[in-house]
């Protein structure tokens, strides 16, 4: 596996790079925007292809490189589902798989020091965001944290891992670079408690100061700007309640970009074909199955995917492809849900 630990001495931030092998396919935890450029001329040297990014939770101390990845690799950018954020183009929950070539991480969900925090596991390894930190644990006195979901977190999630696993925090300050879940059992001051309200004093009084960019990140975090504003500028979005009138029409093609186990979750639009995001680039180039559909049938190609993010993102593609009759459902499925829009299990 190639694996990179990168460090903004600014925020204190790790930020992490996985791949499978080089030239294949990768995936960013926790970018800070500050450090963009350098994750793309890293990406470059190594002749990778980022298809995703995601972060552990709404930061509160940086900005958020995800919006930068996203328009400058089209990249599918993650989080949980319950953020707010509005870049976010696939949201996991507990349980999920996140993959790519050759990567899967199994998603957890690990409340507590924001209610937003996820942790992603290898077999190996386990990235903790701020949930678990080395020798520390993340605050948990904003941002709708809990100490005492981040007690039942760490307790019953993560400390329940192998002692072996290697932990890969999003901060650290004193220089530490990885520790172990046995390590932090042993030698973590903040878990060496007795009770989950031992656990909570213990947090509740802290009385840290809050962090220097929070009144800056957290807004600007919340809102990175959407893909789908631009697409809608040019007139190539349509609204949920329109696409309900394009169902069953022999004209239009309706295509969901969405991985197999969102589909399988959440469901589809009845009678809409599978392409998944990933593939797309050899799908709408010429002689490409949707190239070849709008070209020969003249069928209206008209895309979604969960919350419209991706979709705007394969207009944009599909038109400089010249398929120029490419729209997609604004909101994706979340808003065509929400409309009323039939499903297929
Ligand atoms: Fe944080």
Known sequence: MLFRQLFDQTSGTYTYLLASRRGGEA????????????YLQLIRELDLKLVKAMDTHLHADHITGLGALRDRTQCITVMGEQSGVDVVSMRVSEGDRLEVEGVALDVLYTPGHTDDSYSFLLPDRVFTGDTLLIRGTGRTDFQNGNPRAQYDSIFGKLLKLPDETLIFPAHDYKGDTVSTIGEEKAFNPRLQVQSVDEYADLMNNLKLPNPKMMDVAVPANMHIGLAQDEVARRGWAVTPEVALALLDRADVVLVDLRERREREKHG???GSLHAPYRDLREHVCKGGMLHEIATTTGKRVVFYCAYGERS????QAAQAAGITSACHIQGGLDAWKKAQGP???
């Open 343 to 345: 499903l297929s299990p």
């Open 312 to 315: 705007a993102m394969a207009v």
């Open 268 to 270: 589809s639009i009845p």
């Open 27 to 38: 995936l960013i935890i926790d970018p800070v925007l500050e450090k963009v450029d350098r």
